[in-house]
């Protein structure tokens, strides 16, 4: 992220949900990938999981292709524990997501493991 970056970096666990709908909802690619680990985790579409910035950003680059409008859901309190958090949201659609966020050097969170259709 350089400095001319306007998007803010996630200071809570919390803020990635956050974080998450608002870059969908504007098709910013670069700002979802930004959301994870270099090496992170991803099962999406259900039953493919990814790892790495690279794979993450083919899976979000078709999902934006589409254009979607996501609606917020209800975001649980985070669940940490030193520099782990547990997120979580149950969505409109019945579903919920799981994710495990690290806390980084410089004290924002990424996340390192998503599960995003938890059923």
């Not at 019945?94 to 495990?100: D, F, K, R």
Request: net charge negative.
């Amino acid at each position: 992220m350089t400095s001319a970056d306007p998007r803010q970096p996630a200071r809570e666990p919390n803020d990635l949900g956050r974080f998450f709908l608002e870059r969908v909802n504007a098709g910013d690619l670069d700002g979802l990938v930004a959301l994870y680990e270099p090496d992170a985790v991803l099962e999406f579409p259900p039953g493919t999981v990814v790892v790495g910035h690279e794979q993450i950003r083919r899976v979000y680059s078709e999902l934006l292709a589409a254009r979607p409008r996501l609606e917020p859901g209800v975001q649980a309190p985070a669940l940490a524990h030193g520099d782990l958090a547990l997120t979580s949201t149950r969505l409109t659609d019945g579903g919920a997501t799981a994710e495990i966020a690290r806390r980084q050097a410089d004290g924002t969170w990424l996340w390192a493991v998503d599960q995003p259709t938890v059923r």
